[in-house]
């Protein structure tokens, strides 16, 4: 089956420690996303990649780095720079275009991070 | 900037009842995307319809079809035949193209309870 593939399902972190977030998808979509979403707001974007080994900040990318070495793989590492990483994490990934169409973003089913 | 707005936290309906979703949004393009997405107790997020801004014609999905009307910029989804399934958040979402990457700006959604 084709899909999106997040792990942990639930994570939990002591202050001061490195989490690493697992996404993984077998799409052969080029482009993956990492979004955080809170209680009462919308998704809001961490990090993106549109082709491997190339990734951009979004529009909350301090406290969290991401790598891209693999096409199918995008993992994200909450660090201990990250002073309110308790939210659900969000993995998506599309194809990529530069035609001007839209590239549909599915997701995968989510990581719980909480921080004890 | 862009911005969604969804102005109703919680909404409620019976089964087999028609109900609509509002959002509006905010933007100075003319080549845009529009979204919807669900998401369940799962809390994974599932595309429900998209709808491109170039398109008079609305978008329909079996039962979800939306009602978008540009000069307005308003973008309603509506559901109809209610089943207790559709339980769930509402997201509607934005996307533009933005120095060669696609942004997904997302609503703070509406939690839809479907009730027997």
């Known amino acids: 089956d084709g899909g999106i593939t997040q792990s942990p399902k639930y994570l939990f972190r002591k202050e001061g420690q490195n989490v690493t977030l697992s996404c993984e998808q077998n799409l052969n979509h080029d482009a993956m996303y990492w979004y955080r979403q809170d209680p009462g707001q919308g998704l809001r974007l961490i990090y993106y990649?549109?082709?491997?080994?190339?990734?951009q900040k979004g529009d909350i990318a301090e406290g969290y780095s991401v790598s891209r070495e693999k096409k199918e793989s995008f993992p994200l590492t909450v660090t201990s720079a990250q002073k309110n990483p308790t939210a659900f994490y969000l993995c998506?990934?599309?194809?990529?275009?530069?035609?001007?169409?839209?590239?549909?973003?599915?997701f995968g089913p989510g990581t719980r991070l909480t921080v004890l | 900037a862009q911005t969604v707005t969804q102005s109703q936290p919680e909404m409620s309906v019976q089964e087999a009842e028609t109900v609509t979703l509002s959002c509006t949004y905010d933007t100075s393009e003319n080549n845009y995307y529009l979204f919807w997405y669900k998401q369940p107790p799962s809390r994974q997020m599932i595309l429900v319809i998209r709808q491109e801004a170039y398109k008079q014609q609305n978008a329909t999905e079996n039962r979800f079809s939306v009602n978008f009307q540009k000069a307005a910029k308003s973008f309603s989804l509506k559901i109809s035949d209610s089943q207790l399934g559709d339980t769930a958040m509402y997201f509607c979402?934005?996307?533009?193209?933005?120095?060669?990457?696609?942004?997904?700006?997302f609503g703070t959604g509406t939690r839809l309870l479907v009730s027997p």
């Open positions: 990649s549109q082709i491997v080994n190339d990734f």
């Open positions: 998506a990934s599309s194809t990529y275009r530069t035609s001007g169409r839209a590239d549909t973003q599915y």
């Open positions: 979402a934005f996307m533009k193209h933005e120095g060669g990457f696609q942004k997904l700006v």
